[in-house]
């Protein structure tokens, strides 16, 4: 079959490079991919968010998948778009609608889903300008440090961990009446803190049924030792040594499969990749976040630990018989390590030329792009993820 995959980062490249595998996979277009993508398949320059041009893309090269990478179209509607027009409701599209993933686009929407359905995470508030005073009062009397979040997608940035009240009594204005996170701020989500190591769960669910993907961990900080600014990423590992077969367990029972039967409860037409930001606390796991997609730079140790045909697992998950595949992870220990322009995450060049693609020196290593574009026949940086 044609597939098209949607995005253009780190995550999309590790994609294309497993689903160009598959014995199912006929063409492949990406859109709008990088240059590394480019090496394996067609990339279309469209933008994630254009689903009218989307569509004509489909139809115009026969797309009969549609895997999507990034959160935003997820979140504004993708599927939905899709499966309600006649002309491409038969494409199989990877990914949950758009009322499902709000468990990514409001995390106030999270929160009250797993209150309701008895998933561990920290203890919560949330406030709008409408009750501003009563958070206020809230932070004044809640224990240090805390957590302070945007309710919508603020592209990763709109979390913030305050070690004293006044500075999270001036986050708190700042992102509600300051508009900080514009849109995203308008309503906020007051956490207490969490003190452990954070994971990163991934399960391919059909809404019904779920499929364990490998576990990973990722790294935001930019300087060595886990210092520095935090960023969109700098590397991920796995597997991890303290995910013992017990401490699965606990996250299968309590945290997982609640999930998955939230979604089948609540009515969620879910089939696609579930990301759970877990805290390891003391042995006990607990939910920091959702996601309603693959994580980068996670995925690109998460998916090239599947031994599985992908586009196998994607069709399965797409017609509801998830339950007939059985996952094959291989033990293999794979760490991705990101090269970024000098400044990032601050104020960085783009347009630089990279070289060495082609004849990487360290053994056993691949290299996927993020952020790259070609230009007169050469790979350059573009710093767009």
């Given at each position: 079959m044609n597939i098209l995959l949607i995005g253009s980062g780190g995550r999309?490249?590790?994609?294309?490079?497993?689903?160009?595998?598959?014995?199912?996979?006929?063409?492949?277009?990406?859109?709008?991919?990088?240059?590394?993508?480019?090496?394996?398949?067609?990339?279309?320059?469209?933008?994630?968010?254009?689903?009218?041009?989307?569509?004509?893309?489909?139809?115009?090269?026969?797309?009969?998948?549609?895997?999507?990478?990034?959160?935003?179209?997820?979140?504004?509607?993708?599927?939905?778009?899709?499966?309600?027009?006649?002309?491409?409701?038969?494409?199989?599209?990877?990914?949950?609608?758009?009322?499902?993933?709000?468990?990514?686009?409001?995390?106030?929407?999270?929160?009250?889903?797993?209150?309701?359905?008895?998933?561990?995470?920290?203890?919560?508030?949330?406030?709008?300008?409408d009750n501003y005073d009563e958070g206020i009062t809230y932070i004044k009397n809640h224990t240090l440090p805390i957590v302070i979040k945007a309710d919508g997608l603020a592209a990763g940035k709109g979390v913030v961990i305050c070690t004293n009240t006044i500075e999270a009594l001036s986050e708190y204005e700042l992102m509600l009446q300051r508009s900080k996170f514009g849109e995203a701020g308008k309503k906020v989500v007051i956490e207490e803190y969490l003190n452990g190591i954070e994971l990163s769960i991934f399960a391919l669910t059909d809404g019904e049924n779920y499929l364990l993907l490998p576990e990973a961990k990722d790294y935001k900080r930019i300087g060595e030792g886990d210092t520095g600014l935090n960023t969109g990423g700098m590397g991920a590992v796995s597997p991890l040594p303290f995910v013992t077969p017990e401490f699965l367990q606990k996250i299968k029972t309590q945290i997982v499969e609640p999930t998955i039967h939230g979604f089948k409860k609540d009515g969620f037409e879910y089939k696609g990749f579930v990301f759970f930001g877990l805290m390891n606390d003391n042995g006990n796991p607990k939910v920091i976040e959702y996601n309603c997609r693959m994580g980068d730079p996670e995925t690109e140790t998460v998916i090239p630990r599947i031994e599985n045909d992908l586009v196998d697992l994607l069709l399965a998950c797409s017609q509801q018989r998830i339950h007939e595949k059985k996952i094959v992870i291989s033990k293999q220990c794979i760490a991705t390590v990101i090269a970024v322009s000098g400044g990032y995450p601050g104020d960085y060049e783009k347009g630089k030329i990279i070289e060495g693609l082609d004849n990487p020196t360290i053994p056993d290593c691949m290299l996927f792009h993020c952020g790259t574009v070609k230009k007169n026949e050469l790979t350059v940086t573009n710093g767009e993820e």
């Open positions: 999309e490249h590790a994609l294309a490079w497993k689903l160009k595998q598959s014995s199912l996979c006929n063409q492949l277009f990406i859109a709008p991919g990088n240059a590394g993508t480019a090496n394996l398949g067609t990339n279309l320059p469209i933008g994630v968010n254009n689903f009218d041009l989307l569509a004509s893309a489909c139809l115009d090269n026969n797309i009969e998948m549609m895997l999507v990478g990034p959160e935003e179209p997820l979140v504004k509607g993708i599927y939905d778009y899709f499966k309600n027009n006649d002309a491409t409701k038969h494409i199989h599209v990877i990914g949950p609608s758009k009322n499902a993933a709000q468990l990514e686009g409001s995390k106030a929407f999270a929160k009250a889903f797993m209150k309701r359905h008895t998933i561990p995470t920290a203890a919560y508030a949330e406030f709008t300008n």
